[in-house]
């Protein structure tokens, strides 16, 4: 198990998770502007080093909730909406210390519905989940 310790700017949040096969990169407006690249693990499998002391900012159908440290602003993770042990939750794989992006496949996800990323990927984004499936 390889496994990477990660923190906010200031390091009152701390955690240490696998390292990620994947990560994704959203281009909503929140994760462009926080740079958020999120990996997946369930909640239980992320170790936080003390409770994170951090702000929470929901918006739209307010059922996730993007956690900040509250000291520097960092975005470091974010939980589906009042669950303690979800099934997922989601780690800002930028806070990740040792972590060779180079190893890393990159995923990109459309919710920002103009094709924009900061990032470069060998493969096309995923469409938006706002978008209504083909039939």
């Not at 740079?35 to 369930?42: E, R």
């Not at 920002?112 to 990032?119: A, E, L, M, Q, S």
Request: with cysteine; glycine share 6%.
């Amino acid at each position: 198990m390889n496994m990477v310790a990660a923190s906010c700017h200031c390091g009152a949040v701390r955690f240490e998770v696998e390292a990620p096969e994947w990560v994704l990169d959203c281009n909503c407006s929140h994760c462009r502007l926080y740079g958020g690249l999120w990996a997946y693990y369930p909640q239980r499998d992320v170790k936080f080093a003390a409770p994170p002391d951090t702000f929470v900012y929901m918006w739209g159908d307010r059922d996730l909730e993007f956690h900040h440290c509250r000291t520097c602003g960092c975005a470091t993770h974010s939980t589906v909406k009042g669950t303690d042990d979800a099934e997922k939750i989601a780690v800002n794989a930028r806070l990740m210390r040792g972590l060779d992006p180079a190893k890393v496949r990159l995923v990109q996800k459309n919710n920002g519905n103009d094709g924009v990323f900061w990032t470069k990927s060998d493969s096309p984004p995923l469409p938006s989940h706002d978008l209504p499936a083909e039939t």
